[in-house]
C-alpha cells in the first residue's frame, strides 16, 4: 500500500553527490530522505580502487561507499534503500511529489537531484564480469593504473577521441576501435589522435568478446570486422568504453534547462531552471565528472537548499519548510 512521506528535503540518488548533501542537510536539522534504488555508492561500487580522493592515496570503492554512507547517517539523512525514483513532479504549491515504483510518494518543497548517469554499455560477454578489472567508463579515474600498458579505447566521438589521447600519458599503446570508417569527433580532435604514436586505430570494428586471464583481469579481446566478418584477438590489459552517455534526467516531469547532452544547467548554487529543484554530480552540466566534484555539488546543493528554505519561510511564516529551519 503507498504512503505518503512528508520531508524538509528529498534527495534522489545515494551517490557520492547524494550522501554529501545528505551529510550536510542532516547537519542543518532538515528532515532528509535520501532514495537508492540499489546500495548507497552510486558508481564508486563499480570502482576497484580509488586513489584520486584527498585524504586517500588508496581505497577500495566499496570502502569509500561505506565511509560515505556512515558519516551521512550520523547526522541525521534517512537513507531508503531499495527505492527507485520514477518521477519528480512540480505540484501546483510549488513543492515536489517524488514516487518511487512502490507507489510511495515523498513530499518536499526542495528535491536534490543526483541521480547521477549510466555509461552506454557495449553489451558484450565479458564487459560485467570485468568492470573494474580492466574494463573502464572513466579515463581520468583509471588511467593511471595502466601505465607501460596495452589499452583499447571503444568509440569514434569526441569523448572517445580525447580519452584515448589523455591515456596514452600511461599506456605504451592505445588502440580506438570504431565501428566506422571515419572517427565523429571534431576535426581539431582528430588531428591530434592522428599526429599521436602511440594510437593505433581499428576501423570498421566491434569488441565482441572481453576475455581474462587467471587473476580476473582483461588480457584480450575478440574483435570483429563488421565489413568481412572476419575475427582475431587483440592482447589488451584493458578496455575504455566511450560510445555515449545518458544522464538519468528522465524523472523530472516538467521542462527543464540543459545543454545539447541533455544534461541539467544549474546556476552557481546548483539550482536548476525549477525553482526548488537542485541537481549536483553526474547530472550535472559541468567540464569534468569526478568524485571530489560530485561532493563538491553535494555541499553546495545542500548548502543553498538551506537558505531556500529559510527564503520560503520567511515568505510564507506557515509553510510547513519552517518545521525543519531555524
Known sequence: MSERHDYDVVIVGAGPAGLTAGMYTGRAMLKTA??????????????????????????????LAQKFESHARKFGA??????????????????????????????????????????????????????????????ICDGAFFKGHTIAVVGGGDAAAEEANF????????????????????????RRVFENPKIEIIWNTVVEIIEGDAHGLVDNLVLRDVLTNERRNLSATGIFVFVGFHPNTGIITEHFAHDASGYVVT?????SSIPGLFVAGDLRAQLTRQVTTAAGDGTTAAVAAEKYLVALRDARPDARAASGVG
Open 34 to 63: 535520501v532514495l537508492e534504488r540499489g546500495a548507497a555508492g552510486g558508481e564508486l561500487l563499480n570502482t576497484e580502487i580509488i586513489e584520486d580522493y584527498p585524504g586517500f592515496e588508496h581505497i577500495e570503492g566499496w570502502d
Open 78 to 139: 534517512e537513507l531508503v534503500l531499495g527505492a527507485a525514483v520514477e518521477r519528480v513532479h512540480r505540484t501546483e504549491s510549488g513543492e515536489f511529489d517524488t514516487t518511487t515504483d512502490t507507489g510511495d510518494v515523498y513530499h518536499s518543497p526542495v528535491v536534490i537531484l543526483t541521480a547521477g548517469g549510466t555509461p552506454v554499455k557495449l553489451g558484450v560477454p565479458g564487459e560485467a564480469e570485468y568492470a573494474g578489472k580492466g574494463v573502464s567508463y572513466c579515463a
Open 167 to 190: 591515456l596514452t600519458r600511461y599506456a605504451d599503446k592505445v588502440y580506438i576501435i570504431h565501428r566506422r570508417h571515419c572517427l565523429r569527433a571534431s576535426k581539431i580532435i582528430q
Open 267 to 271: 546556476d552557481a548554487n546548483m539550482q
